[in-house]
């Protein structure tokens, strides 16, 4: 208890000093920012053609700049919504006027219809036409008309905003990077840039305001020369006490937010939905004291990543979903990343629930330390808690000039593997689609002792838990003292499974690791197909039998069939269809029996699926999300 109590206490005591200190963005709201510079009074027309990036250049410099406590207003073109999820319905007969022709007011096109959306032309009685000759009920056209769907700005050339401070940029519409512009060269690298700016924020007042990419063009590209030039969404470099919130970001070429050299800078209520490849980033920030918190992000790539430099950071209600994960890196030598914690993050298949990557070799020193993981509920990852210091390895192989010290991890939900460790405990664990959470597998000389899992849950894993070891060998080994309770899987191949006979790719014999002391308790759910595989599998050493094999309430049912048989070979203890041995009598080999269920338990409710939403295509438009989860 005192060696516990000790541990909270630093545990506690790394939580405080890794974080951000104090108040981060600007110091005053946007709502005090009351001289107002709209871009429509600047030449921007929500008309999806005219280039936005000049009204916005034109509006910072000649407004924004010249008048402090000012915000630049990128409005929702809500006058122009009408145009929107209508019908054009023709029941009578328009003539085209011939003499209008003439004079020049028809030309070209005599009706026309572009960009449209939701949108309906049509005649109700099947008499609707438009023909060169009048009649008596005919109406006359003597113009072209031109409908055009409105309320979206395009930009077609790079935006790059210099130095300003006390004022704040209102996007409430949505604007749209032109493929067009960057096969022209007009937009290349980044498509909004804010450079050294001071009492700044970037922010949606109605929380429509978002930048779409396009990416998918990108990609549909025939004899792509790589990436190069492919615009990031957004970024904001060397920066302090600024904050960007409420927006989204949408189908990026390359990265979606990259925020550098940040001071004082908060990040919250981002909604970013992008590509199912790597090279997509959602948040990739570097500075000092920053707080990002309530993002959600759906990509392929890092989630929210945190470069070097970094000092004081808090990383908090971040949710992931088929992404690269959170990450540290990468980093090379004179990387500096310090007092950082992350917290209350949900991770959806995504490639690796947390990643710490360094690259080796080097002349700067360089470290890490003083790094909090803790709260994460991760469903259906490749990796989980994952640390690498030979990342690609792509520097010369030699002592790491990057060092790691002081990280913590707790209160994890995550796939779990051990082997040849003592008194680990793993608490609070979601695994899922994976091959679920094993000791093993183990030959002769393996030492396994003192293990608890507890808390965990699976959903469509290959294994709940498995313990696998080898049969033969010459050096005894075991597996003593392990507890796994309160687990909860939702269809399941294998739930409960034990095998000394993994793979039987060791010369059959005595078992060298004998089982024992092992309880499974408080589990419930359902397996895929019981009747093949129960909810208890245990296959024994048939010369070592394992003993004090337990199992307690336990609460299972079938997805598929109307059955759900345990098995039971050369094992002892209690439970199921497990063998219990007499006082002083010897274990020995026992043919597999068998324990039926033919209706589900009393009381027995089915556990409801995770989370989470499919992939993007990466060759289909990837829409603007109309509702976040934050």
């Known amino acids: 208890m005192r060696f516990l109590f000790a541990s909270v206490v630093t545990l506690l005591a790394g939580v405080c000093q890794a974080q951000h200190v104090g108040h981060v963005g600007p110091t005053v709201p946007a709502t005090s920012k009351m001289y107002e510079c709209n871009v429509l009074n600047y030449g921007a027309k929500a008309d999806n053609a005219t280039d936005i990036g000049p009204a916005i250049k034109s509006a910072f410099t000649n407004c924004v700049v010249k008048n402090p406590n000012s915000r630049l207003i990128v409005p929702a073109a809500s006058n122009c919504m009408k145009v929107f999820n209508w019908a054009f319905q023709l029941d009578g007969l328009i003539t085209v006027d011939y003499s209008a022709y003439v004079k020049g007011t028809v030309a070209g096109n005599a009706l026309v219809f572009q960009r449209m959306n939701e949108f309906e032309l049509y005649s109700s009685n099947g008499k609707g036409a438009i023909a060169p000759l009048p009649t008596a009920s005919s109406r006359i056209l003597t113009r072209a008309l031109l409908f055009q769907r409105q309320g979206n700005y395009l930009l077609s050339t790079t935006v790059l905003l210099n130095g300003a401070s006390n004022w704040a940029f209102q996007l409430d519409g949505l604007i749209t990077v032109d493929y067009s512009a960057y096969v022209k060269g007009t937009v290349a690298g980044n498509a909004l840039v804010f450079q050294r700016m001071n009492e700044f924020e970037l922010y949606s007042s109605n929380g429509k305001g978002a930048i779409q990419g396009q990416g998918y063009l990108y990609r549909l590209r025939p004899n792509q020369d790589g990436r190069s030039g492919w615009p990031r969404l957004l970024r904001v470099h060397i920066s302090s006490n600024f904050s960007v919130h409420d927006i989204k970001l949408v189908d990026a070429p390359s990265f979606h937010m990259v925020v550098g050299e940040a001071v004082n800078a908060e990040i919250y209520r981002i909604t970013i939905r992008g590509g199912n490849q790597?090279?997509?980033?959602?948040?990739?920030?570097?500075?000092?004291?920053?707080?990002?918190?309530?993002?959600?992000?759906?990509?392929?790539?890092?989630?929210?990543?945190?470069?070097?430099?970094?000092?004081?950071?808090?990383?908090?209600?971040?949710?992931?979903?088929?992404?690269?994960?959170?990450?540290?890196?990468?980093?090379?030598?004179?990387?500096?990343?310090?007092?950082i914690l992350f917290q209350n993050i949900e991770n959806y298949q995504v490639t690796n629930a947390f990643m710490l990557k360094t690259y080796p070799g080097g002349a700067?020193?360089?470290?890490?330390?003083?790094?909090?993981?803790?709260?994460?509920?991760?469903?259906?990852?490749?990796?989980?808690?994952?640390?690498?210091?030979?990342?690609?390895?792509?520097?010369?192989?030699?002592?790491?000039?990057?060092?790691?010290?002081?990280?913590?991890f707790s209160d994890w939900r995550g796939s779990v593997n051990h082997g040849g460790n003592r008194g680990a405990v793993v608490t609070s664990a979601y695994v899922s689609r994976s091959g679920g959470t094993t000791i093993g597998s183990l030959k002769d000389g393996s030492v396994i002792e003192n293990i608890l899992f507890q808390n965990i849950e699976n959903y469509q894993v290959t294994n709940a838990f498995m313990l696998k070891t080898?049969?033969?060998?010459?050096?005894?080994?075991?597996?003593?003292?392990?507890?796994?309770?309160?687990?909860?899987?939702?269809?399941?191949?294998?739930?409960?499974?034990?095998?000394?006979?993994w793979q039987n790719s060791y010369a059959a014999g005595a078992s060298n690791v004998q089982l024992s002391n092992i309880t499974f308790s408080d589990w419930r759910g359902s397996v895929n197909h019981g009747g093949n595989r129960g909810a208890v599998v245990v296959v024994g050493s048939e010369t070592n039998p394992p003993v004090n094999v337990n199992v307690k309430n336990f609460s299972f049912w079938t997805i598929n069939g109307n059955k759900v048989v345990d098995r039971c070979d050369s094992t002892y203890g209690g439970g199921s269809c497990i063998k219990a041995l007499s006082s002083k009598a010897t274990p020995t080999r026992y043919a597999a029996v068998s324990a039926t269920a033919t209706a589900a338990p009393a009381g027995w409710v089915q556990p409801s699926a995770p989370w989470g939403i499919p992939a993007y295509d990466l060759y289909k438009p990837?829409?603007?999300?109309?509702?976040?989860?934050y």
């Open 622 to 629: 990837i829409p603007v999300p109309t509702s976040t989860f």
């Open 470 to 501: 080898y049969p033969g060998g010459a050096s005894p080994g075991y597996v003593k003292n392990v507890v796994l309770r309160n687990f909860t899987n939702i269809d399941v191949t294998y739930n409960a499974y034990i095998t000394q006979y």
């Open 278 to 339: 790597g090279g997509l980033d959602g948040v990739d920030i570097s500075g000092t004291n920053y707080h990002v918190h309530h993002v959600e992000v759906t990509n392929r790539d890092e989630c929210v990543c945190v470069k070097s430099p970094s000092k004081q950071a808090t990383i908090e209600n971040i949710r992931c979903n088929q992404s690269g994960g959170t990450t540290i890196g990468s980093l090379k030598d004179g990387s500096v990343i310090e007092n």
């Open 364 to 408: 700067s020193p360089g470290y890490v330390k003083n790094v909090v993981l803790r709260n994460f509920t991760n469903i259906d990852v490749t990796y989980n808690a994952y640390i690498t210091q030979y990342w690609q390895n792509s520097y010369a192989a030699g002592a790491s000039n990057v060092q790691l010290s002081n990280i913590t």
